[in-house]
């Protein structure tokens, strides 16, 4: 009896600890999910709204500014996550050599640009592609362009900037993450490897790869969660320009809530179309990663 009363003595005390907790998840998560997509379902200007059902929904499909947003969001992960995260894990794995000298002040470098906040980030690099910044200069000091580029202006090269930055700014990030996976790997793996003759190549693929796949997919869906709410560097560099060349969805629901009449309703909706995406790529990428 005793051994029972103390039973439910642990367990109440424990209950005390975890409710406040899920009080405040539920609160500051799960309650704001419920009011979004309950005001998705309403329509108007303002706080003039009505009940419409799924007309919000229906709309996405014929809204070609958001067409157009989702498109550049794609085109911004397509390109912008394999490079960041292959480029990521190649310097980790130069960071974990035991024989690289100075990898202390070389692993605080490469974080640093992950420390810069979002806009100070987006603001250097609107600096260094503008007209008359370093990039052209440099490149027309060397021959390589004969007249400066307006890399912000055009559609193309607008989108080469941001996915320089992005990339630039985040990669540093996930080095981190495949520099704590890299260190949990025996180095016993890599000496019986050379010992059996493998090259460096063949113990990147066979080895590092595969070991590190949990990483790997971790780090996969974080930055596709990251890509495709993107908003402060586009909002900083480009603005969505030239035209919505650049726009991406997070902006598109900012200017839908507050640059043009307020439409809360429909940028709710919006704001679903992100959750059900990263809802859809992460399904997709943890089918991909196997089990682990």
């Known amino acids: 009896?005793?051994?029972?009363?103390?039973?439910?003595?642990?367990?109440?005390?424990?209950?005390?600890?975890?409710?406040?907790?899920?009080?405040?998840?539920?609160?500051?998560?799960?309650?704001?999910?419920?009011?979004?997509?309950?005001?998705?379902?309403?329509?108007?200007?303002g706080n003039n709204l009505k009940f419409a059902g799924l007309k919000n929904y229906a709309r996405l499909?014929?809204?070609?500014?958001?067409?157009?947003s989702v498109g550049n969001v794609v085109t911004y992960l397509v390109i912008q996550v394999p490079i960041m995260l292959l480029f990521a894990l190649?310097?980790?794995?130069?960071?974990?050599?035991?024989?690289l000298k100075g990898r202390g002040i070389f692993r605080t470098m490469i974080f640093l640009p992950c420390a810069t906040s979002l806009v100070s980030s987006a603001m250097i690099f609107k600096s260094l592609f503008s007209i008359d910044g370093i990039m052209n200069t440099a490149l027309v000091g060397i021959g390589m362009l004969s007249e400066p580029i307006s890399w912000l202006t055009h559609p193309v090269w607008?989108?080469?900037?941001?996915?320089l930055t992005i990339t630039w700014r985040w990669t540093g990030y996930n080095t981190v993450f495949y520099l704590a996976g890299l260190q949990n790997?025996?180095?016993?793996?890599?000496?019986?490897?050379?010992?059996?003759?493998?090259?460096?190549?063949?113990?990147?693929?066979?080895?590092?790869?595969?070991?590190?796949?949990?990483?790997?997919?971790l780090t996969t869906i974080m930055s596709t969660n990251g890509t495709l709410q993107l908003f402060d560097e586009v909002r900083t560099l480009t603005n969505g320009g030239p035209g919505i060349a650049t726009l991406s969805i997070s902006q598109y629901i900012y200017n839908l809530s507050f640059m043009y009449n307020p439409q809360f309703g429909y940028a709710a909706a919006v704001s679903y179309a992100i959750l059900v995406m990263v809802a859809v790529l992460s399904f997709v990428q943890i089918k991909v990663g196997g089990k682990r």
């Open 1 to 45: 009896m005793a051994k029972s009363n103390l039973t439910r003595k642990i367990n109440l005390y424990g209950w005390l600890f975890v409710i406040p907790a899920a009080l405040f998840i539920f609160i500051l998560n799960f309650y704001p999910m419920i009011s979004v997509f309950l005001l998705s379902l309403q329509s108007g200007r």
């Open 185 to 217: 790997i025996n180095r016993n793996v890599y000496e019986a490897a050379r010992i059996d003759g493998a090259s460096a190549s063949r113990q990147f693929f066979s080895i590092t790869i595969p070991l590190l796949k949990p990483v790997i997919l």
């Open 61 to 68: 499909f014929e809204d070609e500014m958001f067409l157009t």
């Open 158 to 163: 607008a989108k080469f900037v941001i996915i």
């Open 90 to 99: 190649v310097l980790a794995t130069m960071l974990n050599d035991p024989k």
